[in-house]
């Protein structure tokens, strides 16, 4: 798989939430994303831009354009140095939240995405990476 | 501050979201949506998300408790015009609204909404006889 272009972005605040759903939204119309495509990928973008303020104290999301043989794709990787997760299985389950959301982000985004994958150690932070083929 | 204007028309509050809100935003216009409705005892509530290209956990719970706190304060409350992109990524989040009302537009909104109300009003007819 090929990157073709990546473009960072700072997440700290409630309105970087709002500036990354565009950014995202942007780049998944140039790709000629579907209106239903780019809904999905926009709305697990909201949702894990929002984990990493929330639970990472903040971090950074990359947006790359990639490719293979066959077709392409937007990937986001959203990074924070936060306390990490204990345990990554239960993270993933509907409902679970350590917060006083409703722990629908992680879940939620990994049925939003094609590929879904994610590194986390306790005191260490938090890496989500979700793809979505046009 | 930045707002969300909430219009009354009639016993009727409307509120049409033309924007990507942000979180305090959502959370602003909760509190104000509650204090108006008081204020005008207002009787329902129509939110317009017709605009809205894409509705998350957030603003999903933010709308459930607009209806949950609208209902206590003996108001109804309408959801229109969910675009069918922002419906199929809503299921598929996991957010299936239960407990909203929705109708396709305003117009089917407003019907709903002046059911729905005259529903209550015959309920507290009844619960006065005895």
Redesign the interface.
Known sequence: MKVLNSEAMELRS??D??LV??AV?KKAVTLGFG??D???I??AS??LA?NTIDYGGGGTVQLEVVENDRRSGLRLVFEDHGPGIADVNMALT?GYTTGS??G??L???K??SHEFEIFSKPGQGTRVSILRWK | MERIPILKMGEFLLVTIQV?????LALTLQDDLTSQIVKHRARGVLIDISTL??????I??MLGSIASMARLLDAQTVVVGM????A???V????SMQGIRTALDVEKGMVALQAAVSETREDTDEGSEF
């Open positions: 409630s309105e939430i709002v759903r565009q939204r209106l239903v780019q809904t999905k926009v709305t909201s949702e929002r509907d959301g409703m629908l982000g879940s939620g985004s049925r939003l | 990507d809100m942000h979180d305090r290209e894409m509705v998350d956990s957030f999903g719970r675009q069918p992109s922002v199929i990524t809503l598929e989040l996991g957010l």
